[in-house]
């Protein structure tokens, strides 16, 4: 399988200058790469939620979205705003996204999201996981 890697670079800057969202060809999984935010985080129309019971301090949606950090493991997350931006890049699948040491990959079976640790997210409608 021929597998497109997606680079964002920049060269004046340690920064992102803005924050990538991308999102699956199914539109199902909904991402982004942000400086701003330490690492990336994903978005998931869910079909069947594996994490359901959300920690006490939730105050927010629970079991739906997913981040990771330049390091550690990959959590899901209590959010009460969804991804935005207008027009996000598709990423197809066997393509994935790379930066600051967080690697997003798009597959026909969901998106995973891993740092240089080994730690990160995998989605799929049916089954969220994290590691």
Do not use: H, K
Not at 32 to 37: E, K
Not at 77 to 90: E, K, M, N, R, S
């Amino acid at each position: 399988m021929l597998r497109l890697t997606l680079i964002a670079l920049s060269i004046a800057s340690p920064a992102l200058a803005e924050d990538i969202v991308f999102t699956s060809p199914s539109g199902n999984i909904r991402c982004i790469l942000s400086d701003s935010l330490g690492g990336a985080r994903c978005d998931l129309g869910v079909t069947t939620q594996s994490f359901t019971t959300p920690p006490a301090d939730c105050d927010g949606d629970w079991g739906q979205s997913f981040g990771v950090g330049r390091d550690g493991a990959g959590a899901p997350l209590c959010v009460t705003d969804a991804i935005g931006g207008a027009d996000p890049l598709v990423l197809p699948y066997g393509a994935g996204l790379s930066y600051g040491g967080i690697e997003c990959l798009s597959s026909e079976t969901g998106m995973t999201c891993v740092n240089r640790d080994g730690g990160g997210f995998a989605l799929r409608r049916a089954e969220q996981s994290v590691f």
